[in-house]
């Protein structure tokens, strides 16, 4: 069979399946080990397939989608919505070591700890990290949490070869999206940038102070109305109480207040 009959044959299966599902998303297998993309194969139902970029791209076309890319990607066709895949993307992870010129994104910290590791050139390289490793009843073991890397820091050889050591692997990788299709909306990388539960706050701060301005301003809707009458009821009762003016919601307040007044006078005279 000829590599353009391949071809069509591969991207007429991918859209014959993609009447059955309502989004199409791709997933940017650059830099995704083989185990991570095991996982979301896991994750995530519906119809997955590793695509070249030439199948991707006239798929996309064939959907109406002027998007293109150039380079390898997971194709899957699913029930979920992009944002429900892209979280999924988010809880699924690969700690990864670290590399020799690689900035580091935060701190590496080391934690007081014992290790395995015996006396000998291992207790060396600890040290010439800046690590406090000493000897301890024939093992290594790191005395003092410290900072390996700072954040902004370049990692070294040295910094790799300790945490190669020690077995600490500082980093996650994670796939993400290049695009999303749901039929009537295109979704880009841009829009899973947004943090969630950051915006979630943002909601929640901005209908607070609309709440406040509708309330300062006797607007009344359905979230001020309450607090607009209680405000309006207690301006009346101190009214009511400063201007001795009597009413089942003011005699008591004027009172107490006309005892404390009495009281007073009675202190001034002893």
Known sequence: MKRKEILKNQVDEILEISNK?????????????????????????????VVKKTVANRVLRNLGSKYSIDYPVMLILTDLTPYRVERILREETLPVAA???????????????ETNLPPGPSLSVL?????????DKGKIKIAKTSTLVKAGQTI???????????????????????????????????????????????????????????????????????MIVIGALNQAINLSTNSNYYSPMSIENIIYKNILMANNIKGDKQ
């Open 21 to 49: 599902y309502p989004t199409l998303v791709l997933i940017n297998l650059r830099k995704v080990p083989a185990q991570l993309q095991k996982n979301i194969r896991s994750k995530i139902p519906g119809f997955k397939k």
């Open 99 to 113: 590399k020799p010129g690689q900035i580091a994104d935060r701190d590496i910290i080391i934690e007081e700890t």
């Open 127 to 135: 040290k010439q990290a800046g690590l406090d490793a000493r000897v």
């Open 156 to 226: 070294t050889q040295t910094h790799v070869q300790a945490l190669q050591l020690l077995g600490i692997k500082p980093f996650t990788i994670r796939a993400s999206i290049a695009y999303a299709f749901d039929r009537s909306t295109e979704f880009y990388p841009q829009v899973f940038e947004i943090d969630s539960e950051k915006m979630y706050e943002n909601i929640l701060s901005n209908l607070s102070y609309g709440i406040n301005l509708a309330v300062n301003s006797r607007y009344p809707n359905s979230s001020s109305i309450e």
